[in-house]
């Protein structure tokens, strides 16, 4: 592909993403939505139909996944132990900077990216990207910022809970009714467009705090986490697509998830929403450049 073909190819799959987030934004500075029953409803019904619609909605081969699951898993554990010397060497909790660097936007950026840049015969890959880091992020990620959080609950988060119904589905090649699956989906469908307006929203609520650390972790998050990606990927041997999506997986900004955790459990939410916006932020830079290593 040549070098012209290649920007207009990034700039078709990242033109609709940034779209999306700067009407957020540009909604959100003028009317300032208070967003926080739409985000729990999204998580609550859209992103688990979404989920469980891209699992039970069409043949599923779980083990297919397992090297690519392995994969994401290994780029986000890696990326907290990189990270955790250089909090050391910044002179900031491992706590408030730690999470950020491990837990990726997956599902705000990763879901719509991967769609937009392999088309749907890729969301399944991407749910399970996602849903490694989501889980991972519910489970790890909470006792990470307090020891006394409780795994046993996980499966009550409802988009764990509908993965694993759409995995039994998938398992036990069930058929849905045709219409059942069309309701599903088209709750899905609101997932994603919604994830990303409201990201624009949530970032005219944050400062930019100490720059010294979120500008470390701008850069430090997608390049470590695009480093691993190649590493993991050529040492698993997975297929082309696969390598590619977890190049970008790895090339992802935090999650703004990270920033709530850090309210919920008074872990310097300030900050944190500071490595958050300037990340997400950084990836206008970094995301074009996975592509373009990944296309």
Known sequence: MSGDGLFVRITTILF????????????GRRHKPEMAVANRVNMDVFVPAL????????????????PLAAGGLAVLLGSGLIAWPVARMLGVQWRTFVPP?????????????????????????????????????????????????????????????????????????????????????MLGDVSIPLLLFALGVRMTDVSFGDSKVAVAGAVLRPLAGMALAWVVAWTLGLAAREAAMLLVFGALPPAVLNFLFAERYRQEPEQVASIVLVGNLAALAFLPLALALAL
């Open 16 to 27: 609709p993403i940034l779209a999306i987030v700067a009407a957020g934004y540009f909604y």
């Open 51 to 66: 989920v469980f619609g891209a699992m039970a909605g069409k043949p599923f081969d779980l083990a297919a996944f397992g």
């Open 101 to 185: 660097m491990m837990f990726n936007n997956s599902g705000n950026i990763g879901l719509p990216v991967a769609v937009l840049t392999w088309g749907e015969a890729a969301l399944p890959a991407a749910v399970i990207l996602f849903m490694v880091e989501n889980t991972l992020h519910f489970s790890l990620g909470a006792r990470m910022l307090d020891s006394q959080a409780r795994l046993l609950s996980l499966w009550r988060v409802p988009v764990v809970a509908a993965a694993i119904a759409g995995l039994i589905v998938a398992a036990l090649k069930v058929e849905l009714w045709q219409p059942a699956v069309i309701a599903i989906k």
